[in-house]
Each structure stands twice: as C-alpha cells, then as structure tokens.
C-alpha cells in the first residue's frame, strides 16, 4: 500500500495542475520524490526502472522533449543511480 501510493503521488504531482511555474513544480516533484524514496526505498527502484522505460522511448519524441529528459534524468536520476 505505502509502496503504491509513493509512486502514485509522484506521478499525480506531475499530471496535477498547481499553479507553479515549471521550476517550482520540478522541485516540488523532486522533494516529494525524495520523501517517498527515504520511507520505502522500493519506491527509489520503481522510479528507475520507470524512467529507464522513458529514456528507451525518447525516440518516439519531439526533439525538445527528448533534450528535457535526457537532461532531466541527467541531472536527477543518475546521481540516485549511482
């Protein structure tokens, strides 16, 4: 249950409309991430492996959007990888 509601309220965060500008929102997304990471570390495994499907999809993407999360993983996802 807490394992699923970890992720879920990360991927909800995303899709939930606040009225933050794009920077805001990004840190928002990561301190509650990291909340849920330091509670059930199952949750840090699950975010991986989601995002490692995403980087594997980049090339059905905008050019833009490929550079977003490309940078994004960059700079978030591979310092908790590592």
Same mark, same amino acid.
């Given at each position: 249950s807490s394992l699923v509601?970890?992720? *879920? @309220?990360i991927t909800e965060l995303r899709d939930y409309e606040?009225?933050? =500008?794009?920077? *805001? @929102? #990004?840190?928002? #997304?990561?301190?509650?991430m990291l909340l849920h990471m330091a509670s059930d570390y199952r949750v840090v495994i699950l975010k991986? &492996? =989601?995002?490692?499907?995403n980087m594997r999809t980049l090339m059905h993407m905008k050019p833009q959007k490929q550079k977003k999360i490309?940078?994004? *993983? &960059? =700079?978030? &996802?591979v310092p908790i990888a590592d």
């Amino acid at each position: 249950s807490s394992l699923v509601e970890g992720v *879920t @309220k990360i991927t909800e965060l995303r899709d939930y409309e606040i009225p933050m =500008d794009k920077e *805001t @929102k #990004n840190v928002y #997304n990561i301190q509650s991430m990291l909340l849920h990471m330091a509670s059930d570390y199952r949750v840090v495994i699950l975010k991986l &492996f =989601d995002r490692l499907h995403n980087m594997r999809t980049l090339m059905h993407m905008k050019p833009q959007k490929q550079k977003k999360i490309a940078q994004e *993983t &960059f =700079d978030i &996802f591979v310092p908790i990888a590592d």
